[in-house]
């Protein structure tokens, strides 16, 4: 996995409250058995409407998305994730977050930043008044910063530790592949098996 | 002080502990399905890894797959491909696995608890949100997603924080014609799409107590819809009932050392939750969706609210939004709402007590004119039961279509989708914007709403058939 440090872009307005995974993705697009190519599903719906902000040319190539609270809720999909870092999203600022959708984020690389709804509404004039604003989200310092306004985000010590190292959570996990096993050693006789 | 049911759980299944790292979380059964395993398959074969317990692991095939002519091939590619590469998955991994036309096949969370593979005092995990459901055995049961799929593929662990404890106390007497969907659509309408945040739900009180196993899986298994991470009810005979003498149960002097762990699996009475909530099972009527997050919920004999209503302005846009989706005017009595089809099935409500309850009503009555009536079965067995009682019979003379088992239109994945503009009542757990296939609007009801509802083609209870 990619390390994730310090991150400048520009930033598309989301403004809209409890976009869940199935707007993120719908369900036809899940239908695949790869991990790339999910940018076209992204928010499919809405990107058939002509005025959607990422179809507005003031917002290509950007890789910061501002959304309203309770962004991700719904299904564990995370495709939900891989469709927005396959059309080039690197972060996500909500001032909330469905539980799933921030842990598959933080699993996948892409930061999702909590920050309050005041600064959401901040950011989203500001984008909106000049669409060219540069975002800096810097990881080391949990902060976002555009034009005049820098504001503290949260997001979980040890989600931010790994994305910082660019760690795989397959290999941290058997580095205790012992204690498993020991583990696994003490489980009761009834539990079931599955063959 | 004393521990929740869901302290001692986690408890019992700690692996590693270190401080300021995630425990590290041992998992007993470990649920998969198509659409959300290929990619994690794919990661463990790029590293070289196997699957480490492949005897805590079960591949069903549901959300794709045809509910209709289920013995020709899969007519859409993609869905065939990915059910083609969850059977050569499991192939390679030696993983088990019960593919269409097994008569062990049929929506993941049906199937573990019919095998008896869902047991009190287990963790189990699925890479789907719905895996709450078996929580109602007094198991931690939670949704995951791909990436964690691989990880429990490759180590039958998972770092977890954990979760904050909720009680829902449910007292008092149900009303008749009043079911466990019920409830749970009132605790979402309270507590809100993001009320459960954080939170593992313990349904607790002598309402739920007096729920059967089925009723009690309905409600877990729409806990993720309060934005819970999962829902719980504490084992006891009814529990114990249900489990004894399936394919997977204990046995014996097994039997007995598993019951007697089962029965230390409750709530200390000095216990600390971080929240509760509380509702008066007495006051709860039938209760139906308007909206497009299931939350947005009302009694039946409510009307459609307006923005107006909303508690700010974040809430009125939501409304607005939803209205609007839903072509729905403010102040419509929501039993005014007309039809075009309606879903029997899904995890939440297709299993034989679901389909028992419909088909009660539908006995000697017919569907109104144009509507279309689905009834999909949970699992093949359910079904098979299902016939042996000759509810199919029922639901082919009222003028219902009799399916295969699967997910089928809870999420529109294989063919049985709404139109656009198409309005459903639905007995599954989503009603979001296009859940049940793009444009479509759908309505969440209990199974009793749904078997009425289809006789008279608008929104109904079966106390007005009379
Ligand atoms: S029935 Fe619906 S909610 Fe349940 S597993 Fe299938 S798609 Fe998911």
Redo the contacts between chains.
């Keep these: 996995m990619e390390a994730f440090t310090r991150h400048v872009g520009t930033a598309a307005p989301l403004r809209r409250s409890n976009v869940d995974t199935d707007q993120i993705i719908p369900a036809e697009y899940l239908k695949r058995i790869t991990r790339d190519g999910f940018e076209d599903g992204l928010f499919s719906a809405w990107r058939k409407d002509p005025d959607f902000v990422l179809n507005q040319p003031q917002y290509q190539g950007v890789s910061v998305l501002i959304a309203g609270p309770d962004f991700g809720t719904g299904s564990s999909r995370e495709h939900a994730v891989w469709a927005l870092q396959n059309y080039g999203f690197r972060v996500v600022l909500s001032s909330r977050f469905a539980d799933i959708f921030r842990g598959n984020s933080g699993k996948g690389g892409l930061l999702t930043g909590q920050v309050p709804q005041e600064v959401i509404e901040q950011l989203w004039d500001m984008v909106e008044a000049d669409p060219g604003t540069e975002v800096t989200v810097d990881l080391e310092a949990r902060t976002v910063a555009a034009g005049n306004l820098v504001a503290e985000f949260e997001v979980d010590d040890y989600v931010r530790w790994r994305l910082l190292e660019g760690l795989d959570d397959i290999g941290i996990t058997l580095q205790y592949a012992e204690a498993i096993t020991d583990f696994e050693g003490s489980r009761p006789a009834f539990k079931p098996v599955t063959q | 002080m004393g521990r929740t049911l869901a302290e001692k759980l986690w408890q019992d299944h700690v ?2 502990q270190a401080d ?3 425990d ?1 979380l ?1 998992i ?2 470990h649920l998969v399905h198509e ?2 395993s ?2 994690a398959f ?1 990661g463990l074969r790029a ?1 070289g ?1 196997p699957v ?1 317990r ?5 591949a069903t095939e549901d959300h ?1 797959i045809p509910t209709i002519d289920v013995d020709k091939p899969i007519a ?1 590619p ?2 065939r ?2 059910v083609e ?1 969850l059977r050569k998955n499991c192939a390679d991994f030696g993983v ?1 696995l019960y593919s269409l036309g097994n008569i062990e096949q049929g929506i993941v969370h049906v199937v573990g608890p019919q095998l ?2 869902t ?1 009190p005092g ?1 963790t189990i995990v699925c ?3 719905h895996t709450s459901t078996h929580g109602a055995f007094g198991a931690l049961a939670f ?6 799929v ?2 429990v593929l ?4 998972l ?1 977890l ?1 954990p979760f904050k404890t909720m009680a829902i106390n449910v007292d008092g007497d149900l009303p008749d014609g009043v079911s466990a969907k019920d409830i749970i659509l009132a605790v979402i309408a309270k507590i809100g ?2 009320g459960g ?2 939170y593992v739900l313990e349904y607790r009180g002598s309402a739920i107590r007096a729920l059967s196993m089925e009723g009690r899986m309905t409600i877990c298994n729409m806990s993720i819809e309060a ?1 819970a ?1 999962a829902g719980m009810v504490a084992p006891d005979e009814t529990t114990f009932e249900y489990v004894k003498g399936r394919d ?3 046995t014996g002097d ?2 007995d ?2 019951v007697a ?1 089962w029965r230390t699996l409750f709530t200390d009475s000095d216990a600390i939750f971080d929240a509760e909530v509380t509702l008066d099972a007495a006051t709860l009527s039938p209760f139906v969706t308007w909206g497009t ?1 299931p939350g947005q919920g009302l009694p039946l004999s409510a009307s459609v609210p307006s923005p107006d209503d909303a508690s700010d302005d ?1 809430d009125r ?2 409304i607005e ?1 939803a209205l609007e989706y839903m072509d729905l005017t403010p102040g419509t009595p929501l039993r005014d709402i007309a039809i075009d089809t309606v879903f029997i099935g899904s995890c939440t409500n297709g299993r034989i007590e679901d389909l028992r309850v419909a088909a009660d009503i539908l006995r000697e009555r017919t569907i109104a004119n144009g509507l279309r009536l689905l009834v999909v079965p949970g699992s093949a067995r359910v079904r098979l039961q299902a016939e042996s009682e000759g509810l199919d019979t029922i639901f082919l003379d009222a003028g219902a279509e009799w399916r295969g088992a699967g997910c089928s239109m809870c ?3 294989n063919p049985d989708k709404l139109t656009p503009g198409e309005r459903s009542a639905s007995t599954s757990n ?1 009603n ?4 049940q296939g ?1 444009g479509g609007r759908t309505h969440l009801v209990s199974p009793a709403v749904a078997a009425a509802t289809a006789i008279t083609g608008h929104l109904s209870s079966p106390a007005d058939l009379d």
């Design positions: 692996v590693r300021g790292e995630p590290l041992y007993d059964l659409v959300t290929p990619q794919d590293a890894r480490r492949p005897d805590l692991t079960l794709n859409d993609v869905s491909a990915q590469a088990p008896g593979l047991q287990m890479g789907d949100s949704g995951i997603g791909t990436s964690e691989e990880h490759a180590t039958q662990t770092p924080k799409t993001g945040q954080g934005g991470r997977h149960a204990p097994e039997w050392a598993a762990y997050n974040v846009v939501a939004r999420l529109g994945m989503r979001f914007e296009g859940r793009p």
